[in-house]
């Protein structure tokens, strides 16, 4: 069935439910002399490269290698549209490695076809942090797919971290792979129904008027928390107290320092916002929100190429509702003029996703660790992770 993933630490489809098995590594660390200094052989057309994104034309490479052939929904219709500063943001967070991100040329062109990522992160799981690269942005031009060229990218990528003496990953992906920790529904809440239906991103209900649906759908001019407002520096230590408590609640989370925070969370144009409920009487912050921009373009349509996504990050709500706290998430996402707004139903989202009129998504997606068990499968309300 999955020629490469049998071979791989990965729980194995015929272990599900196998409660003797123990939770943690499924393969001890090898001594760091015995992780190859060369990398992967690859098909003789091909050369690795260490992708520099600090170079403003291998930044534009990568992002045009992935605008034109990274994820796409079922129907293809729509294409993921990372831009160039939320790559930068995703591919530099505290202590990266240039090294884990990594590229396919052909050797007699040059042309960027192949992609992967990493980058070094803390997630615990059930009571034990462990090092962890965070894999991403894996992606093979669409001429060059079904050639078994993504099992060596993985295996240079795990070799790459392996090297810094990591043993440990988390991904995550819309295709079913041995073996998700957890599955996870997308959620997608219109604020732009019109162009929404037009572009074939959502439909006009039964017995609903475009009229009708465009009220359905109405938010407030501006937020209405008194002494919500934008994050700013100044408010890193109190927001990685509030997140290092919540996320404290969940089986699987990332564990987040200062620095972290800093990096995940400070507004960034176009790339991150964030906002929190500073009480106007004690100065307290009590709660806090954040989603990413992540555009998809639009494939056929004569109208409009891109779509404006808002995606839900972190939230955490310790006095104010969580419900009235994404209800004014809403409110400036539509004030900054997003198409729509999604979330997946992991943490307490349920609790909002209904009332706040969210419709669920055509789309799962399944979260995987690698050379880690977990004794058992993970609800999404149990999953305190979100990756980009
Ligand atoms: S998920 C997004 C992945 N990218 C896309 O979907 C973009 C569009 N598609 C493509 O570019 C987020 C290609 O279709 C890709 C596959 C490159 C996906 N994850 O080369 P072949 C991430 O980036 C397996 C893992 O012939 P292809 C997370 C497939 O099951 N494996 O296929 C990435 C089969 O193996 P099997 C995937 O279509 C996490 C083999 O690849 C996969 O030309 C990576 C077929 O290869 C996916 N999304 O290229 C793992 N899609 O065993 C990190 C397919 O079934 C693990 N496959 O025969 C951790 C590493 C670090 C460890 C450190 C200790
Ligand atoms: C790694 N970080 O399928 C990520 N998106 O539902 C890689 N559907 O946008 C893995 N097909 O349901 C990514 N509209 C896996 C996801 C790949 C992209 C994907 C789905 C998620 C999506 C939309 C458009 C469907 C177009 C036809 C969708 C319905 C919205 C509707 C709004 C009104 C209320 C009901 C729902």
Redesign the pocket.
């Known amino acids: 069935r999955h020629r490469f993933w049998e071979t791989q630490p990965v729980g194995q489809f015929k272990d599900l439910g196998d409660a003797s098995l123990p939770e943690g590594s499924i393969e001890p660390p090898s001594p760091l002399s015995e992780v190859k200094s060369d990398p992967y052989p690859l098909p003789a057309l091909y050369e690795w490269t260490t992708c520099d994104i600090d170079d403003d034309a291998t930044a534009a490479e990568i992002y045009s290698l992935l605008s034109n052939n990274y994820?796409?929904?079922?129907?293809?219709?729509?294409r993921?549209n990372y831009s160039k500063e939320f790559l930068l943001w995703a591919l530099r967070p505290p202590g990266y490695f240039k090294s884990w991100h990594i590229g396919v040329r052909v050797k007699s062109s040059k042309k960027l076809v192949g992609f992967i990522t990493g980058i070094p992160a803390r997630i615990r799981a059930s009571t034990v942090v462990v090092r962890m690269a965070e894999v991403?942005?894996l992606c093979v031009h669409k001429k060059l797919r079904s050639k078994r060229l993504a099992p060596v990218l993985i295996k240079e990528v795990t070799r790459r971290v392996h090297r810094e003496d990591t043993w440990q990953a988390a991904?995550?992906?819309?295709?079913v792979l041995p073996t998700p920790i957890s599955t996870c529904?997308?959620?997608?809440?219109?604020l732009n129904?019109k162009k929404?239906i037009e572009v074939?991103?959502?439909?006009l209900?039964a017995r609903m008027t475009m009229s009708r649906t465009i009220r359905l759908y109405k938010l407030p001019p501006s937020p209405v928390i008194p002494g919500f407002r934008k994050m700013e520096i100044r408010d890193v230590p109190a927001v990685t107290s509030l997140l290092r408590v919540y996320l404290s609640k969940f089986a699987v989370a990332p564990d987040l320092d200062e620095k972290d925070v800093a990096h995940w969370l400070l507004p960034r144009e176009n790339v991150v916002d964030s906002f929190l409920v500073k009480n106007p009487e004690t100065h307290e912050i009590t709660d806090f929100c954040s989603f990413y921009t992540l555009p998809?373009l639009i494939l056929n349509n004569a109208n409009y190429t891109n779509l404006k996504?808002a995606y839900s990050f972190y939230n955490v709500a310790t006095k104010t509702p969580l419900l009235q706290l994404m209800n004014d998430a809403l409110i400036v996402a539509k004030q900054k003029d997003y198409d729509?707004f999604?979330a997946l139903d992991v943490m307490e989202n349920e609790s909002f996703l209904k009332e706040l009129?969210?419709?669920?998504?055509?789309?799962?997606?399944?979260y995987y660790l690698y050379n880690y068990r977990l004794r058992h499968a993970l609800k999404p309300s149990e999953l305190g992770l979100v990756?980009?």
């Open positions: 994820v796409e929904d079922d129907d293809n219709m729509f993921f991403n942005f991904y995550t992906a819309g295709v529904q997308y959620w997608h809440r219109s129904p929404l074939g991103f959502s439909r209900g998809s996504a729509v999604n009129k969210f419709g669920p998504g055509d789309g799962m997606l399944h990756l980009l």
